[in-house]
DNA sequence: CTAATACAGTTCGTGGAGCGAACTAACCCC
DNA sequence: GGGGTTAGTTCGCTCCACGAACTGTATTAG
């Protein structure tokens, strides 16, 4: 493992970037009343309704303990929960319009923070950071969740 | 911010990455029946035994929050809370026999998977990884906590 | 040397989070 | 239409985290 010279471990700097991550998600989330969980759930729900069992999938919960998250984030008004006009067991967790604006504020505000992390990279590292970690989250297939909103994440069907 | 080619985005690189890093702490943890908070307070205290109050600085919790952590994990019987010699009001929270087993245990297969994750990265590449995450860390000066194990430790062995 | 203050930890009450097991209701389909 | 699947909820439990209030020791001021 490659760091004779003062150097930080691979190991070590993915543990703590990843501390520091999770900071700023429950800092920022905080900051706007969410709990991380709930600012997740949001932000998951930022492009379209999701039925419980999708959502439990794509957060990797049980759906015993997503039906508690919908309901305290029901309860603070930022979700609803609408009945799949296709399935009548089902139902679609849908952003209210204040949670919708919640939403935005708290994505903008949390990818403004985590962007600032590396702020001490030049443009190009930051590149060569965002290509290598990249490559190392598909290699382990995340669970394509999180903030999936980069773009991309519409296509996502069932 | 640079992705205008297929790459993505140094935000979701960080946030994914945090997410893989997280799903490994818990499920490690969970093979050797520890909460990731009960995993960290063992790594926390591999090298030398800690108060609370030192504890509840380098794990960022409240003290009440702590004093739960402490006994829980002493009801496992991988912890003790020693008088400190020094001060009467003061505990020195110390590894038990088999809390510095499970530490060991834990701490290296945590470590061990995590670096399994960069495994497609080449030497050179995981190397430029480190560094940049770590310069990342350094600039943001993570609390200085989570797995110390790693300033000395590379090579580390108590 | 006492009195005020600071500090170390604990207790208590509250709420969020996560789980599995058991349950209801709707769907599917053969 | 009956059996198996699927969607979600409920229940009981544990863990985690917090702040406020508290006990008791240390420290420092006067």
Not at 48 to 69: D, F, V
């Given at each position: 493992?490659?760091?004779?010279?003062?150097?930080?471990?691979?190991?070590?700097?993915?543990?703590?970037?990843?501390?520091?991550?999770?900071?700023?998600?429950?800092?920022?989330?905080?900051?706007?009343?969410?709990?991380?969980?709930?600012g997740q759930l949001l932000c998951v729900l930022m492009p379209q309704p999701y039925g419980m069992s999708e959502l439990s999938a794509m957060l990797g919960l049980a759906k015993s303990s997503l039906t508690g998250l919908v309901d305290?984030?029901?309860?603070?008004?930022?979700?609803?929960?609408?009945?799949?006009?296709?399935?009548?067991?089902?139902?679609?967790?849908a952003l209210t319009r204040q949670g919708s604006k919640l939403a935005e504020e708290f994505y903008v505000e949390t990818c403004r923070r985590i962007e600032q992390l590396p702020a001490g990279?030049?443009?190009?590292?930051?590149?060569?950071?965002?290509?290598?970690?990249?490559?190392?989250?598909?290699?382990?297939?995340?669970?394509?969740?999180?903030?999936e909103l980069d773009d991309g994440a519409s296509a996502r069907k069932h």
């Amino acid at each position: 493992m490659g760091k004779d010279d003062g150097q930080i471990g691979v190991v070590a700097a993915l543990v703590r970037s990843t501390f520091l991550v999770n900071a700023v998600y429950a800092q920022s989330g905080q900051e706007h009343g969410l709990t991380s969980q709930q600012g997740q759930l949001l932000c998951v729900l930022m492009p379209q309704p999701y039925g419980m069992s999708e959502l439990s999938a794509m957060l990797g919960l049980a759906k015993s303990s997503l039906t508690g998250l919908v309901d305290r984030t029901e309860r603070n008004g930022l979700v609803r929960r609408e009945p799949d006009p296709h399935d009548s067991r089902a139902v679609r967790v849908a952003l209210t319009r204040q949670g919708s604006k919640l939403a935005e504020e708290f994505y903008v505000e949390t990818c403004r923070r985590i962007e600032q992390l590396p702020a001490g990279l030049s443009a190009a590292e930051r590149d060569t950071l965002a290509t290598l970690l990249g490559r190392v989250v598909l290699d382990n297939k995340v669970p394509v969740i999180f903030m999936e909103l980069d773009d991309g994440a519409s296509a996502r069907k069932h």
